[in-house]
């Protein structure tokens, strides 16, 4: 695998339907690599959460297994495959490998920390 490598979306199936959008949310994917520290904790936001997915303010427990069974499977995937996934300290100037991925179903928000007012 190299930065030159490619990966078609042809089986590639996101969550769809005519629900609408909720912009101000974002999915969480929040990568363990089983040591302590911020610095070792990576976390991905995926846009365009669909109301059909959201329970009491929460992502229901049906998508919720649904998706972490594909983010589980994809570092599975990954690490079958010899490649390595994981989060960089440029702090620290070391990269850890992920041993799990998790999926809550709180949503989580970004932030713009540039702002001061």
Known sequence: MSAASTF??????????????VPSI??????????RGSANRGRIFLPSVRETVIDGGILNAGAQTTIQAAWSDFLTTLQGNGATWGVASYANAEFNEYTS???????GIIKDRRRLD
């Open 26 to 35: 974002n999915l969480l994917v929040l990568g363990s690599t089983g040591l």
């Open 101 to 107: 991925v998790f999926v809550p179903q709180k949503f």
């Open 8 to 21: 078609p979306l042809t089986t590639w199936n996101g969550e769809g339907g005519s629900a609408e959008k």
